[in-house]
């Protein structure tokens, strides 16, 4: 097979996707309480896409719902390349797949995760 081409997503650090619905909500806190032991990991994760705007600024996430599926929380992506909203992006609540390497950035005085160089797969 010619995987030549294909990005390095066969190395993947926390793969949410394979995980029961219990340990994804809280692998997911973990991340939101202890971030630093999850900076620059390859995180892949699934759920429906999520995009809200604030401030100007448009923000596209992939929710987690917890297990008994009353809570969800968003792990912001930003997909590696140019895409342009709406077009390249799936639907509202549609179910995706997102790998990317975790990150965090400051925007005010609130902490927020993002998924970086992000790819839909």
């Not at 030549?4 to 650090?13: E, G, L």
């Not at 809200?52 to 297990?67: H, P, Q, T, V, W």
């Not at 992006?89 to 993002?114: A, H």
């Amino acid at each position: 097979s010619n995987t030549a081409d294909a990005p390095k997503t066969d190395v993947v650090d926390v793969d949410l996707t394979t995980m029961s619905s219990t340990m994804v909500y809280s692998e997911v806190l973990n991340m939101q309480q202890a971030p630093e032991q999850y900076l620059g990991k390859t995180v892949k994760m699934k759920g429906p896409f999520n995009v809200s705007e604030m401030g100007g600024n448009r923000y596209f996430a992939c929710l987690i719902k917890d297990a008994t599926a009353c809570c969800s929380t968003g792990i912001e992506f930003e997909l590696a390349g140019s895409y342009s909203y709406p077009d390249d992006y799936p639907k509202k609540d549609t179910e995706i797949t997102v790998i990317g390497t975790f990150t965090t950035y400051m925007e005010g005085n609130s902490k927020y995760l993002q998924l970086k160089n992000a790819q839909l797969v």
